[in-house]
T-cell receptor
């Protein structure tokens, strides 16, 4: 089974802090994604990466950056946390090619609160 | 116009009934379609994927795809209270790596 893990389930930070959210997958997937999920807005893509050191902006990249130094790890960085970044953050991964390459598997999520 | 649309619900069905969840999408060249189940406070869990027109069955779940009408549906037979969750429809459009998610339909199965 695909295993996607995230560094924290719950996180509380103060406005202006730099925040790191870590995601690790153990299935050698090429693609990794960061989403945020808010009530009424659904899942929105922040960034995704299709290879080590490669990244592309999603629909709402403002205020975020990402890092992918190793294939299994994809980090989301909030440079200066703001209260409107309070949300559930979800990491997902998928193969690049193959019969099931579209199927995204999600980590457990990190609920971030910015005070 | 939203690219993937779902009725937010809640859809309430009695235990043992068939629950029918629907999703429409805007892009005619969409390739791949997925249903995720999400329990409150948890992350989405993939339950079905479908790539070609017709029905695909897996246990109590059946996904139905009609590309001409641009809709995909999920039927849950013999609904159980444990099926109560939000069901997310997701679509991969053209050659993108990205999935576009609907906002989800909340299903309540009454004992």
């Amino acid at each position: 089974d695909v295993k996607v893990t995230q560094s924290s389930r719950y996180l509380v930070k103060r406005t202006g802090e730099k925040v790191f959210l870590e995601c690790v997958q153990d299935m050698d997937h090429e693609n990794m994604f960061w989403y945020r999920q808010d009530p009424g807005l659904g899942l929105r893509l922040i960034y995704f990466s299709y290879d080590v050191k490669m990244k592309e902006k999603g629909d709402i990249p403002e205020g975020y950056s990402v890092s992918r130094e190793k294939k299994e790890r994809f980090s989301l960085i909030l440079e200066s946390a703001s209260t409107n970044q309070t949300s559930m953050y979800l990491c997902a991964s998928t193969l690049l090619f193959g019969a099931t390459y579209n199927e995204q598997f999600f980590g457990p999520g990190t609920r971030l609160t910015v005070l | 116009q939203k690219e993937v649309e779902q009725n937010s619900g809640p859809l309430s069905v009695p235990e043992g009934a068939i629950a029918s969840l629907n999703c429409t999408y805007s892009d005619r060249v969409s390739q791949s379609f997925f249903w995720y189940r999400q329990y409150s406070g948890k992350s989405p869990e993939l339950i079905m994927s479908i790539y070609s027109n017709g029905d695909k069955e897996d246990g109590r779940f059946t996904a139905q795809l009609n590309k001409a009408s641009q809709y995909v549906s999920l039927l849950i037979r013999d609904s159980q209270p444990s099926d109560s969750a939000t069901y997310l429809c997701a679509v991969r459009m053209d050659s993108s790596y990205k999935l576009i998610f609907g906002s989800g339909t909340r299903l309540l199965v009454r004992p």
